[in-house]
């Protein structure tokens, strides 16, 4: 198990009230976050916008520095619904599984919808199923 | 910040006593004669003995491991070189101050607007007292230091669905929890349910502690009064002249602070890592990069992309782009390297190591943490609601708010730390928002605990680490799987590299890690040179 941080407490969103302050470009609604330690966000799309963009960037283009986040766009690795699973589910280099703080159908969800967006278009919907035995492969591989 | 096992405290407080009383070196002596010096994982400064005959040694990053190699490999006649990718030394070592610039990926620019003084240290903020290589150094190095208040009794805890989404203070929820749970450990006591643990002797003794522990009244209980107004304050203080007299507050009920979970925040204040005294550097926790940047003048080129790490029997070829030429493509040839490159950014870099340390560099996924700088017009905190440095744990998705330890009650403008998540949804969340977005959100989340924020707030910036060009994240985080089977392999000298940084440390995202670990790699690599 990954350690659990100190200043990790449980976390509870609010409720998205009261009118933006200020910011030009602010939106007009608040996006929601999550409480404790797994993701709220519902549909591929969200979960992207939420979550995969902090590093892979809005339009899943990545961002160099350093070194990159590569880009999920017009991707030829993403044929490979094992890869992008393995990813998710293990991690790669220093993207954490993020799958851990995901339920099966988050995963299928975000998977299907990288695959099917950004210039990418590879048939076949991730299902639920799939991520479950995914799953299972990720914690029993040595 | 990793959870830390805290054995041998009892120990490690003697030599404290020791150490104030007649100096490092004679509680270093006393260690020593007491069989304990092995113990400790620093030793006071580090003696390179023997000749390395002008050996060189390339050095990758100029953050506190980088710095902290270079400094001694010169100090023991290497010929030293850093190469930077940053505009600056430090690296995670790093304090934001009004004017400077900061640009994440993805492009979004911010640009400080805090008042002279004020400042953010984005990542590390806070140094234990058992952090002793540091702490040396910071001495060594002439960077002043100053309390930083981890424990605040009068600031709050607080959560969204407990008490009615108003916080408490911490003393409040501290004494009134210690005292239910004592008064119902002692009615155990008195029922005989302890009669098979311990003797009646014992109890009647044991009786008497939990009545100074829990602040219980007479008869073991804990209720408003004398006893319990020591512990937690007073409904009002007392005064002077007429209508002195305090009054006692009614504590919260133990049911109450069971279901709020506010009890929960408490090991903030327990655990080793965060107890009395921590410090920080005066000014800011960049003062000490500074500081180490200062003894190697000359030596550290910045604007230096490593894009290649190569090594064969003679030596170490590293090639890297000139970022301030436009990239060009230039080399730089040493005998060995010291590599203080975050793992993050070092598994996409071509290295010739092992297929085992390989592995090892690929391994280790890197935490991610927000931080938020949020200037107020005014120090509210400390002159409505008497809060003087330490910090309020929250359930907000900010998690926490830190209030400035230094220029106490001074009045004028201030920077509050306004949110700092590490790991979980939150983390990623609040970084896949533009800047801007962060800062409102911390601002409207910060209010619910403040509401004084809504008509004193300035301005702000945040910091996502996995938005941070250097880093591509806050720092590694090791699970114990992977530390198990690759740790070691990571701290080998494999051919002429050795690692270094706070992933190549027990004490990772500590900078103590990162020095420590620096420390004993360039030992076993001049060991090495000096042999051969």
Redo the contacts between chains.
Sequence with gaps: MRRVALCAIALIATAAAGAPVGAEDAPATNRAMSRGWEFSEQGGASLFRNVCAACHQPDAKGAVGAAAYPSLASDKKLVSTDFMLSVLLRGLNGMPPLGDMMSDAQVADVVTYVRTHFGNSYPGAVSPADVSAARRRATTAP | ???AAAPRLSRRRLFEIVGSSVGGAAAYRVMTSLGYAEESPYRGPIKLDGDPKGASVVILGAGLAGMTAAIELERAGYAVNVLE?NRRAGGRNWTIRGGDVFTE???ATQTCAFDPGLYLNPGPWRIPYHHYAILDYCRRFGVALEPFIQLNHNAYLH???AFGGKPKRIRDIKADYDGGVVELLAKATKKGALDEAISKEDQEILLEALRSLGALDHHFRYRAGAASAAHRGYAKDPGGGLGAEPVDGEPIALNDILQS?LW??L??FL?Y??QTTMFQPVGGMGRIGEAFARQIPDRIRYGA??VAIRQNDSGVVIAFEDVGAGGTLREVKADWCVCA?????L???PIDVSPRMKAAI?A?????AVKFGLQFSRRFWEEDERIFGGIS?T???I??ISYPSANLNGGGKGVLLGG?T?????S???????P??R???A???GA?IHPQY?AE?ENGISV?W????????CAG????EARKAHYDDLCQIDGRIVLAGEHASYIPAWQEGAILSALDAIQRLHKRVVAS
């Excluded at chain 2, 280790?364 to 991610?368: I, R």
């Excluded at chain 2, 990623?428 to 533009?434: D, L, N, R, V």
């Excluded at chain 2, 996995?466 to 994240?473: A, K, M």
């Design positions: 910040m990793s959870e990718y990926l993805g492009g959560s969204t669905n979970r929960r925040s090991r903030n655990s890592d965060f992309k490593v490159i975050p793992l993050s950014i598994s996409q870099i690929d280790v996924p890197y935490a991610s744990y359930d907000l998705p998690r926490q700092y590490f790991d979980g949804p939150n990623y969340e609040f970084t896949a928002m533009a801007a977005e800062v409102r959100r601002v409207e989340f619910e809504r707030f996502a996995s938005r941070v060009p250097f880093t591509l994240g985080d090791w699970s114990d």
